[in-house]
């Protein structure tokens, strides 16, 4: 399976300011998802990134908070822009080798807003 | 539409105890199921699947089988760790849902204690 390596693996930042994750697989997918994992949830679907084309974001996302870059099949970046304490979270990226297979996850990003 | 309910935690329990942690799914046709683990400060990992009625996934002594007639996909596990202390997501996807798109339950907190 798909082996991923994500950083920053934890952050402190700023309110107002912006941080860019990477996500970098050690194989072609088509598609990349990110999540949002909040404190004491479950994960949540941010957007699926294709390569070539713009991401598609789930309700209650937008592109302008949360830009995508999946500049070649192997790479993604996302990033949390204007921050606020509320984006404090886990965010992870994620791929899939095949349906029933289910996702590999990245490690995992660790952001506290200040 | 499709959904993934889990027990309520979190769960308490004396190492060497038997772990359940119930999970029931509503979906159309028949979707692959999954159990990710995510310890202590971690991102998730697959813990086991099943991709079809009666299959059994196992994995580091967890089991789960999927019975499509009571739609669940319950965890078990004969004599808990210490170093099984984590949170349990329970997890479905395939037939019918868009572009692989994984849905999670909210997860089950697990503690063990020596």
């Known amino acids: 399976s798909a082996v991923i390596s994500q950083k920053p693996s934890r952050d402190i930042c700023q309110r107002g300011t912006s941080l860019t994750i990477q996500c970098q697989v050690d194989s072609q997918v088509t598609m990349m998802f990110w999540y949002r994992q909040q404190p004491g949830q479950s994960l949540t679907l941010i957007a699926t990134?294709?390569?070539?084309?713009?991401?598609?974001?789930e309700s209650g996302f937008v592109i302008d908070k949360f830009p995508i870059s999946r500049p070649n099949l192997t790479f993604s970046t996302l990033t949390v822009s204007n921050m606020s304490p509320e984006d404090s979270s886990i965010y992870l990226c994620s791929v899939i080798p095949g349906t029933a297979n289910g996702y590999t996850f990245g490690s995992g990003t660790r952001l506290t807003v200040v | 539409g499709n959904s993934v309910t889990q027990m309520e935690g979190p769960v308490t329990l004396s190492e060497e105890a038997f772990l359940t942690i119930n999970c029931t799914y509503t979906a159309t046709g028949y979707p692959s199921l999954f159990w990710y683990v995510q310890y202590p400060g971690e991102g998730l990992q697959l813990l086991l699947k099943?991709?079809?009625?009666?299959d059994k996934g196992s994995n580091k002594g967890f089991e789960a089988t999927y019975r499509k007639e009571t739609t669940s996909f319950h965890l078990e596990k004969g004599s808990v760790q210490v170093s099984d202390s984590a949170v349990y997501f329970c997890a479905l996807s395939g037939w019918g849902l868009p572009y692989d798109k994984v849905i999670f339950g909210p997860g089950t907190s697990l503690s063990v204690i020596p």
């Open positions: 990134a294709n390569q070539g084309s713009e991401a598609t974001y």
């Open positions: 099943a991709t079809k009625a009666d």
